[in-house]
């Protein structure tokens, strides 16, 4: 099947009622997400599982898929009207954002972001599209040992690239592995760390980890810091309406923040916040009006959220190729995969082109629902950053705990959020990063299953590990990225050579 | 917002310190799993990898917090902002508990009372009021609409 052909096969798997109202609704939801402060999109996601798993796979993942990018489009929203970003995608479009804002510009302000995120989205779908099965037919040479390197590798680059210090990634990633390990082994039935309690035979629940580590621990630093709510000026749909000058300085960062964040969305890491940081830096060095970016210029806003939207879209490429998720929401996603018992990776595209076509195809008509969503409803999302906290942060945390209990009917999985949001909330207070403790949850029983086959297949030969030239080359690639820094410094230190990466220097 | 600053280098070396006895103990347990062989490796073999990787990653936290420099910082709440916090952490806990004994209605609402309480300067009259108005939707469309079994409690 050719990327056309593949397209057309997807547009026709989307086109049922169930699959567009699940790209609806995970539309519509993303951006609510994205706008209200305390559940990011990785917590959305998490406390969505559960639904998703009623619906069959295929819409459960345009659901999901559509909350991802959904929230990065409502993140800019409190960035541009109250100086605040909903995600950390959204940190650099405050700066010129709500500088435009207080200059009288948020309606076009806001235009333009939306015309960007979907221009950033679309490009990034059609990119994904070509790129993906190329990627899928590499992937079918890898064998057990190379999905254990693919893994094992792209987890310790994420850990080393997430920001923060060498064990700030390291200490969470290991744990994350650490709690995978918890309950019934799924090859010999072995219980393991189980202490005896039944109800642990199952492991840790994932939606209670991921929505304890992201959305109660926020929850308890919103608490903490409880400030005056800042409520942004309405904002009328005639004023939505950008000048011809803005639009016309729009084009380039449009350009530009797609490509950054198509390329950086294929990488492992915070993609799109990285890709949000570089596109500024890129836009405040080449662009034509760089003298004004910080001052309200709309140079600043239309590149990164064009960037970060390209990023999240293009995030879904080693996901679905290869099954290789490089982000926390893409881990969720995964996880999702194979409760319904689909095995991702490079053999999704044979067995399964309905998932795999539907929600590429599904990515393309979801950037048109909320380029619709978006225009025409900016006074909803307004009037939801208008609810009071003491209105919706009770709301949230009985959702809360009603989908961790609703995902097995257990308490136990209740108290485990209970517990877990205490990890998250002081990992987080010590600059601890949270995202490879989520991958490494997701990825560590697909690691066991690799490393057991590869020696299982090899008779016991470790030698499979670093025999194959694929396995090779992906430790090389490992090898070069994690120690990056000590590169960096034996550079300056022998050759006086200094190199500066701003976007990662930057990235939280 | 009332914060007190403290040495960074001080939390590194107690969660490394943490991380270290815990991956002690997880390393322990491993090894009383089934080692297997490695043409057919047993239940030991990947907790292994992970407890040492733990180990690894606490270890450097701890090497990290020994040479930080005592100038870095980290802010934790005191005063208010510390109450706040652990009055919430004391609401969620309520709830836990309350749930099992008074179900998901009940437990909700007084969960919901407690924590507008501490957010608002609303009245007790008025809260209740929200408390009753915003819960009893979320219970009919989870347990009735959606069939959730959720705890009903006692009364129930």
């Known amino acids: 099947m050719t990327a056309v052909e593949g397209l057309g096969f997807g547009l026709s798997v989307v086109f049922t009622l169930q699959n567009l109202l699940a790209a609806l609704i995970g539309a519509f939801l993303g951006t609510a997400i994205g706008v209200l402060p305390g559940l990011g999109p990785v917590a959305g996601v998490a406390l969505l599982l559960p639904i998703t798993f009623s619906l069959d796979p295929t819409a459960g993942l345009i659901m999901m898929a559509g909350i991802y990018y959904g929230s990065q489009y409502g993140s800019s929203t409190t960035a541009i009207l109250i100086n605040m970003p909903g995600e950390s995608t959204s940190v650099m479009t405050c700066i010129d954002g709500y500088k435009l804002t207080k200059k009288g510009r948020a309606g076009g302000v806001l235009s333009i972001v939306a015309l960007g995120s979907f221009i950033g989205g679309t490009v990034s779908v059609v990119g994904v599209m070509l790129f993906s099965p190329i990627m899928a037919d590499f992937g079918i040479l890898f064998g057990p040992a190379e ?13 080393r690239i997430s920001g923060g210090s060498f064990a700030a990634g390291i200490l969470p990633m290991a744990l994350g592995l650490v709690i995978s390990t918890i309950g019934e082994e799924p090859v010999t039935a072995q219980n393991r760390f189980t202490f005896g309690f039944n109800n642990m035979r199952q492991g840790i629940e994932l939606v209670a980890l991921v929505v304890g580590l992201y959305g109660v621990a926020e929850i308890m630093d919103m608490v903490e810091k409880l400030r005056r709510q800042m409520k942004p000026q309405p904002v009328s749909l005639r004023e939505m309406l950008p000048t011809r000058e803005e639009m016309r300085r729009s084009w380039a960062p449009y350009g530009r923040g797609t490509i950054i964040g198509f390329v950086f969305g294929m990488l492992p890491g915070p993609s799109a916040t990285l890709s949000s940081f570089a596109s500024y830096k890129l836009e405040k060095s080449v662009s034509k009006y760089r003298h004004e970016i910080g001052e309200g210029a709309i140079e600043g806003v239309a590149g990164p959220e064009t960037a970060n939207n390209a990023a999240a879209t293009s995030g879904m490429a080693p996901l679905l190729a290869l099954g290789i998720p490089f982000g926390a929401t893409t881990a969720l996603m995964l996880a999702a995969l194979m409760v319904h018992g689909i095995e991702p990776g490079p053999l999704l595209l044979t067995n399964h082109p309905d998932i795999f076509w539907g929600v590429i195809a599904s990515m393309l008509i979801g950037n048109v629902m909320l380029l619709v969503l978006n225009i025409p409803l900016i006074s909803i999302w307004v009037s939801l950053l208008r609810i009071p906290y003491h209105i919706f942060l009770p709301m949230i945390l009985v959702l809360v705990v009603i989908g961790s209990y609703s995902v097995r009917n257990s308490m136990l999985d209740v108290y485990l959020l209970l517990i877990l949001s205490g990890v998250g909330y002081i990992l987080r207070k010590f600059d601890f990063q949270l995202a490879p403790m989520v991958v490494g949850f997701v990825l560590g029983p697909l690691m066991e299953k690799h490393m057991r086959e590869a020696l299982f297949m090899s008779l016991g030969d470790i030698s499979v ?44 | 917002m009332t914060v007190a600053s403290i040495q960074k280098r001080r939390s590194y070396l107690v969660i490394g310190g943490v991380g270290i006895f815990l991956a002690a103990g997880y390393l322990s347990l491993s090894l009383q799993l089934p080692m297997g062989h490695l043409n057919s490796p047993g239940a030991a073999i990947f907790p292994l990898i992970a407890g040492s990787l733990l180990l690894i990653g606490s270890i450097s936290a701890v090497w990290e917090g020994w040479r930080m420099e005592p100038t870095e910082t980290a802010e934790l709440p005191i005063g208010d902002d510390l109450w706040r916090l652990l009055a919430l952490i004391a609401a969620l806990i309520g709830y836990l508990i309350a749930l099992s004994w008074l179900g998901q209605l009940i437990a909700s609402i007084l969960f919901c009372i407690v924590l507008m309480k501490m957010l608002s300067k609303l009245s007790l009259v008025g809260i209740v009021i929200r408390s009753v108005i915003m819960m009893v939707p979320v219970y009919y469309i989870f347990v009735h609409l959606l069939g959730l079994p959720m705890p009903r409690g006692i009364f129930l």
Request: hydrophobic residues 60%; glycine residues 8%.
């Open chain 1, 147 to 159: 999905f254990f390197a693919l893994t094992a590798g792209g987890l310790l680059i994420l850990s």
């Open chain 1, 465 to 508: 590990f670093y025999t194959s030239p694929i396995a090779v080359g992906i430790w090389i690639a490992v090898l070069l990225i994690v120690t990056i820094g000590l590169q960096r410094a034996l550079l300056e230190r022998v050759f006086g050579i200094k190199i500066r990466t701003p976007a990662f220097d930057n990235a939280d």
